[in-house]
């Protein structure tokens, strides 16, 4: 065999497949994977649970999207070697055995160590979904205990650094003086209920509410609703964009209007 052409051949062998006894990878299409209720006797409410990928083999990680409707939450509980919790949608609650009831809300992540017993769920008024990421020990994920009564759930949570006040009574404090009936219906039926309705999640409220009042040139509204679309994990650049893109279907002088109410709501830390 002539020097060139072994060294060609032997280019093109190291160019195969490291061995056709390696598995390939496996893509899981989005809306192929099964959505299930959580059982019963380990959480309160109605839970939605679509598990992403389970272990195989040697593997000990598993994690799935849990969805919590107002008011449901896991029972009290731990994991053998931990868990990592990665909040996707929505405001929730999480506690630890002796620990505060602490807010969690879109875009945080919580790790929970090995052995500690805790709960976590939706907030009362919203609904909430997390990733859990949650490794087994001898094919064990979490040592389930009682349920979390009510008394337990309905503890103040802690109040978050620099969060922006929407407690479910905000409406009581802005109009009760003088409306208590409007002061009612803004807590219990526009925020209790319309807006911790699944079908949206919170982020997405904010998006169509923010713009609504972008096209309608409600400054006064708009300010509360930019530190509420913060809140629930829009970003800044994201509501200027909405704006900048509002300025050619609701008129160039809304966008201005928009645009001066933003400069003073970001002047206020983030959420
Ligand atoms: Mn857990």
Redesign the pocket.
């Known amino acids: 065999m002539r020097p060139l052409l072994a060294a060609t051949l032997m280019a093109m062998s190291m160019m195969e497949p490291a061995g056709a006894a390696e598995p390939g990878l496996k893509i899981a299409r989005a809306g192929t994977r099964a959505v299930t209720a959580a059982p019963a006797q380990n959480f309160t409410g109605t839970v939605k649970v679509e598990m992403l990928y389970t272990p195989e083999g040697a593997e000990r990680a598993s994690a799935g999207t849990v969805s919590f409707s107002p008011g449901a939450r896991?029972a009290w509980?731990s994991?053998p070697p931990g868990?990592t919790?990665v909040v996707t949608a929505g405001i929730g609650r999480i506690q630890r055995w002796g620990g505060p009831v602490e807010q969690i809300q879109v875009g945080d992540v919580v790790h929970?160590p090995a052995h500690v017993k805790?709960?976590?769920g939706a907030a009362p008024d919203s609904a909430m979904t997390h990733i859990?990421i949650?490794e087994a020990q001898d094919g064990k994920s979490?040592e389930w205990m009682e349920q979390v009564s009510d008394t337990q759930y309905t503890a103040a949570p802690a109040p978050v650094a620099g969060a922006p006040s929407t407690s479910p009574s905000q409406g009581r404090q802005l109009f009760g003086d003088i409306a208590p009936k409007f002061g009612q219906l803004t807590d219990e039926v526009l925020f209790g209920d319309v807006w911790a309705r699944p079908g949206l999640s919170p982020r997405d409220r904010s998006l169509a509410t923010v713009s609504a009042l972008i096209a309608m040139n409600r400054p006064d509204q708009l300010r509360g609703h930019l530190a509420r679309a913060r809140e629930n994990g829009l970003s800044d650049a994201e509501l200027i964009e909405v704006t900048t893109h509002l300025a050619f279907y609701a008129g160039w002088p809304n966008a201005v209007t928009a645009i001066g109410v933003a400069r003073e709501v970001f002047k206020q830390p983030r959420p």
Request: hydrophobic fraction near 40%; charged fraction near 0%.
């Open positions: 896991t509980h994991h868990q919790l929970i805790h709960w976590h859990a949650t979490a």
